[in-house]
């Protein structure tokens, strides 16, 4: 039987810009209704305004009271989903070698929204997704996720929890009519990187990036990953210590 999901209703998380904005246009233009969320209103009004017909949900995945707001939102406008795309993610250049380490306020926020927050979207939106004949939840996760950058070490480390986690939901919902992907980047040239000094080497363009995840999302792969991503996955089992090397050189 395919796995293919047919574009229905689709939410996105952290849509207001990079992935998460480019795969809501990607949806849109397939003639999906498509539903945004994230913090800044303004941005998200931004996207939408680019693609009538799409609606803008105002939600912090870090904080389960606005999700928990955010999904009954959402359950008023369509009454299912056969696609949740979480997406928010930041990422933050943390060094623990310090005289004065991160303080809690620093690790948190990353904690909470790559995470905790995708874990919490994730269970309040499988009612919805559970309406629909078929659906699908595609996580995003990062090749750092299985070989770690060390300056962004909370973040590698959210990735990683968030590739166990994708293996435990798919084995649970394996009897569903639910599919669980993981989409699994390499560096993309997106905003996500605005904390550090310049774009990052290899950045692969965002519309090569789109190109491959819906690609792999049409073929109903659980798995997709993308150039770097890709060599990340498997290095991570065949040559990790050489391939840690190579992430961190120079640092």
């Known amino acids: 039987m395919s796995k293919r999901v047919v574009d229905g209703a689709v939410l996105i998380t952290g849509a207001s810009s990079g992935i998460g904005a480019g795969l809501a246009a990607r ?9 945004i969320s994230g913090r800044d209103r303004t941005r998200l009004e931004a996207v939408a305004a680019r693609h009538p017909g799409m609606s ?15 999904l009954a939102a959402v359950a008023r406008e369509t009454p299912y989903l056969t696609t949740l795309v979480n997406n928010a993610g930041i990422q933050r250049l943390l060094d623990f070698s310090v005289a004065e380490p991160p303080g809690p306020a620093d690790l948190t926020a990353e904690i909470d929204t790559n995470f905790a927050g995708l874990v919490t979207v ?25 070989v770690p ?7 590698s480390a959210t990735k990683a929890a968030v590739h166990s986690f994708t293996v435990s939901l798919r084995h649970q919902l394996a009897g569903s009519t639910v599919q669980v ?29 789109l190109d491959r995840a819906i690609h792999g999302l049409d073929a109903g792969k659980d798995e997709i990953p993308v150039g770097l991503g890709r060599v990340s996955q498997i290095g991570a089992r065949v040559f990790p210590k050489r391939l840690f090397s190579l992430i961190n050189r120079g640092d």
């Open 27 to 35: 949806f849109h233009a397939r003639g999906a209704r498509v539903i």
């Open 56 to 70: 803008v949900i105002i939600m912090d995945v870090a904080d389960p009271e606005s999700v928990s707001r955010g």
């Open 122 to 146: 994730t269970a309040a939106a499988l009612p919805l997704l559970r309406r629909a004949p078929k659906a699908r939840v595609v996580h995003i996760g990062s090749g750092l996720g299985f």
């Open 149 to 155: 950058y060390a300056r962004t070490p909370v973040y």
């Open 181 to 209: 992907v993981e989409i699994i980047p390499p560096v993309v040239d997106t905003p996500l990187h605005r904390s550090l000094p310049s774009t990052p080497p290899m950045a692969m363009p965002l519309d090569r990036f």
